[in-house]
């Protein structure tokens, strides 16, 4: 119970830095964006993810095997699907070159970071009911061209969140436009994303460790034609790479430490100008926040001023009533020890009563205290009286 109250207290600290987690890296992050006067910097979105994953949040990845991430040319990244945490970690191990699909409904939880993310590119946000499969297989492909400073792009191609140890079946829709589009994939599995950063779990962690693995790259155009055969390769290397890295501590294989290589893009007046939009927008947000936070402590004061009175003047009074009960209580046992100790001392009592058994006194019974000789005395057995008018001559 109380890891479970440590992690939810956890995750309610960190969800205010994840909704602002793409201006904090800008103004925090490392390696940073601000070489003014250089035409090539860091990617935002490799920043961006390094700043979540390891300064926030202590990620420790581990390389399972030797291969490394595909970047020859578009590919389409497979990744399992686990938690919040997928965002940031899944665009830290493609170095920033991916961007990631999300439906739309994150923009409006958290504004702050879809906006931005969407205006440089890291982002596509999508709506399940705005049309069929071939229109958003159009909108993916002219946020390719728009967007060129990356090379592909993340798919969870297992449909939903799924926290389990075992992989759920394989969606085919966004695995078809791979095949059409004649792209490249790779699978990359990475183990306890959950205990990362998770709204399933209610829970956020610092220092874990990640093992993480690069499959094979399968090529569409080996499968030309062939969808269900391009299918069960997709299924067979998923299965390998699942296997590899979840058994990966089961047989005990030492693995290294991974920190995926530095993206550079090149940065247009576009860029610059979002980058000090976004700071300032956040900077605005946190002072707003801070006189928000001031008003309603000027506003609560007065009342919570007004209850600590009014249970300070509770708390007196059932002091004063436990007294006078204690009070009681003491003059009670002491009249109990009178008693006992009178008896103690030669003395009995009794009580004097009427003819009828009642007390003389009409307001209960009257003890009075008799010494003992005296009540012997008076018990004693006198001669029986002679009866009158007997004839006493001898």
């Not at 499959?215 to 569409?220: F, G, L, P």
Request: hydrophobic share 45%.
């Amino acid at each position: 119970v109380l890891g479970k109250f440590i992690g939810f207290f956890s995750l309610m600290a960190v969800i205010p830095v994840f909704a602002l987690s793409l201006p904090l890296s800008f103004m925090f992050g490392s390696p940073s964006c601000w070489g003014f006067g250089e035409k090539y910097r860091p990617s935002m979105a490799y920043v961006w993810g390094k700043f979540m994953s390891e300064t926030v949040m202590g990620v420790r990845l581990k390389l399972v095997g030797t291969r490394g991430l595909y970047k020859e040319g578009r590919c389409v990244y497979l990744c399992n699907h686990r938690a919040w945490a997928d965002f940031f970690l899944d665009v830290y191990l493609t170095e920033g070159r991916a961007f990631i699909l999300s439906r739309y409904l994150v923009v409006y939880v958290f504004p702050l970071f879809a906006l931005p993310a969407i205006s440089i590119g890291a982002m596509f946000a999508f709506k399940r009911q705005s049309g069929g499969h071939e229109q958003l297989n159009k909108l993916l492909d002219d946020h390719a061209v728009a967007y060129s400073d990356f090379s592909g792009f993340v798919v969870y191609p297992e449909g939903t969140r799924n926290i389990k140890p075992g992989s759920l079946p394989l969606k085919r829709g966004l695995l078809k436009y791979a095949h059409t589009r004649a792209l490249d994939l790779q699978v990359i599995i990475a183990q306890d994303k959950e205990h990362v950063l998770s709204q399933k779990r209610a829970s956020a962690s610092w220092g874990v460790e990640v093992p993480v693995g690069y499959s094979e790259v399968v090529s569409s155009k080996a499968f030309a034609g062939d969808f269900e055969g391009f299918m069960k390769e997709v299924q067979r290397v998923w299965d390998l790479e699942w296997e590899r890295v979840y058994g990966a501590r089961g047989r005990g294989e030492r693995l290294k430490e991974h920190h995926p290589k530095l993206h550079l893009i090149e940065y247009t007046s576009g860029k610059v100008a979002l980058l000090c939009g976004s700071v300032g927008v956040t900077f605005v947000v946190a002072l707003a926040a801070v006189v928000w936070c001031g008003a309603l402590a000027v506003a609560v004061l007065p009342a919570g001023v007004a209850m600590s009175a009014a249970a300070a003047t509770n708390a007196a009074a059932n002091k004063a009533k436990s007294a006078a009960a204690a009070a009681a209580a003491a003059a009670a046992g002491i009249l109990v020890m009178s008693c006992l100790r009178v008896r103690r001392a030669g003395y009995s009592t009794r009580c004097t009563r009427n003819c009828s058994g009642r007390p003389r006194s009409q307001k209960g019974t009257v003890v009075v205290a008799v010494p003992r000789e005296r009540e012997r005395e008076r018990r004693r057995v006198r001669p029986p009286r002679r009866p009158t008018g007997m004839n006493t001559a001898t």
